[in-house]
């Protein structure tokens, strides 16, 4: 069979080419099989957010344990991104519960500990879906397998996947957001409408986190870690679906985007750029 044609147009980038010394944003990359092939991916729309936020996309593949201090020396800021897979329980002292559901066993290997690190740092971070799970899970915090099978809790998993994407990811539920949070900061609102498109969700909050956003049946849909240095949050629903048509999305990248200008700037002060340095 033949593969479907690509159109130029279908690959122009969302905004205008980023300045020489835009931050770098990491982007960790999640594992697939196709065929018999081990392939490394990361959803576009997560690359075009950071662009949005008038930073430089940088896609991590994977990472041994050894090298997350050589990655997080490169970033400005860290986007965890969303995907199919789940953080695997384990690492909140639970078995599995649905095996047909998948995993990615490698990208929980070094994202987790990277998580750690990142926020030990001051480094700002970003994570959505899976992300926001990852960084309960990694900080000591536990998941929900099955919000929708908690007693009064909703269901969350969103219109069916045989719907258009545009339904899939529409507005389906409102968030509180609670006064004097980061996320009601930058928002400058109580309430926002957002997306749902997950099956697992915060069970045991991690410690030390925040509430920024709450569902109306009560589930956390976004913290933060307010004691630790620099801009960390993490969401549950998806901002970077059409953010460039969303006011909120938008308020919320230019929120990390300008934190991971701060950090560009502060870590590069008094480093000279090659373009400084003499050659002869």
Same mark, same amino acid.
């Given at each position: 069979m033949s593969e479907p044609a690509v159109f130029a147009s279908d690959l122009t980038l969302s905004n205008s080419p980023l300045p020489r010394h835009?931050? $770098?944003?990491? +982007?960790?990359?999640? &594992?697939?099989?196709?065929?018999?092939?081990?392939?490394?991916?990361?959803?576009?729309?997560?690359?075009?957010?950071? @662009?949005?936020?008038?930073?430089?996309?940088?896609?991590?593949?994977a990472a041994h344990p050894d090298e997350l201090l050589a990655w997080l020396d490169l970033a400005d800021g860290v986007l965890l991104t969303g995907s199919p897979s789940n953080v695997h329980p384990g690492h909140f002292g639970q078995a599995v519960q649905d095996p047909s559901l998948p995993l990615d066993l490698l990208r929980d290997q070094w994202t987790l500990p990277l998580i750690r690190l990142a926020l030990a740092r001051g480094l700002p971070l970003l994570g959505i879906c899976r992300g926001f799970q990852e960084v309960n899970a990694a900080m000591g915090g536990s998941l929900h397998q099955a919000v929708h099978e908690q007693p009064g809790l909703a269901d969350h998993r969103g219109p069916s996947e045989a719907q258009p994407l545009d339904e899939q990811y529409g507005p389906l539920h409102?968030? =509180? +957001?609670?006064?004097?949070? +980061?996320?009601?900061?930058? +928002?400058?609102?109580?309430?926002v409408m957002v997306n749902s498109l997950h099956g697992q969700g915060v069970d045991r909050l991690a410690p030390g986190a925040r509430i920024e956003a709450t569902a109306p049946d009560g589930l956390v849909e976004a913290f933060s870690f307010p004691e630790r240095p620099g801009f960390n949050l993490a969401v549950q /629903?998806?901002?970077? /679906? @059409? #953010? #460039?048509? &969303?006011?909120? *999305?938008?308020?919320?990248?230019?929120?990390?985007?300008?934190?991971? $200008?701060? /950090? =560009?700037?502060?870590? =590069?002060? =008094? #480093?000279? *750029?090659? *373009?400084?340095m003499r050659t002869d």
């Open positions: 835009a931050p $770098r944003v990491l +982007l960790p990359a999640c &594992n697939r099989m196709r065929g018999p092939h081990p392939f490394h991916m990361v959803g576009r729309k997560y690359v075009e957010a950071v @662009r949005l936020a008038g930073c430089l996309p940088v896609i991590v593949p409102p968030v =509180h +957001l609670p006064a004097g949070g +980061l996320l009601a900061k930058v +928002l400058q609102t109580e309430q /629903w998806h901002p970077e /679906w @059409r #953010a #460039a048509d &969303n006011p909120v *999305s938008m308020a919320m990248f230019r929120a990390f985007g300008a934190a991971c $200008r701060a /950090w =560009h700037a502060q870590a =590069h002060a =008094h #480093a000279p *750029s090659r *373009s400084d």
